[in-house]
């Protein structure tokens, strides 16, 4: 869950109600996995960014022809990006950074809670509302 990570993402010595020390780095990489979950969520948004990562992936194959081996793991042979093949690499990187498993669902549950705030008030309220349940 996604408390349980928090506690671990800043320092407690920067406490003091709601000024929460997370570091910088870490509340910026809350924010952009958050939106790219709500990218991810809504689809008129999904295509666009789709075909705008379609397009950066294609542009870096012109220009670097040999590397076509090492390409990103969610593109398909013609340069078009998979969805499912996206979403498990955005869950592996969230692993990786300390995050638990669930937690994706966990950002998906506050997206939905809160669909009309931006992804850095979403990331805040995560935050906030992890925090709650260790005061």
């Known amino acids: 869950m996604l408390e349980q990570v928090h506690r671990s993402l800043y ?4 406490q003091k109600g709601f000024e929460i020390g997370m570091s910088k780095s870490s509340f910026q990489f809350l924010t952009g996995m958050v939106k790219s979950i709500k990218t991810y969520l809504s ?15 294609r542009k870096y ?10 390409c990103h793991s969610c593109y398909d042979n013609d340069g078009c990006l ?13 692993n990786c950074l ?7 669902a966990d950002i998906i549950s506050f997206i939905e809670k809160y669909p009309e705030l931006s ?12 925090e ?3 005061i």
């Open 98 to 104: 300390g995050f638990q498993e669930e937690c994706w």
């Open 43 to 57: 689809e008129e948004r999904w295509e666009r960014y789709k075909k705008s990562q379609e397009k950066k992936h």
């Open 132 to 134: 709650y349940k260790y």
């Open 11 to 14: 320092d407690e010595s920067y």
């Open 61 to 70: 194959i012109a220009e670097h022809p040999g590397s076509a081996e090492g």
């Open 82 to 94: 998979i969805k499912e093949k996206w979403v498990k690499e955005e869950k592996i990187i969230l």
């Open 119 to 130: 992804a850095s008030a979403i990331a805040r309220r995560i935050v906030r509302e992890s």
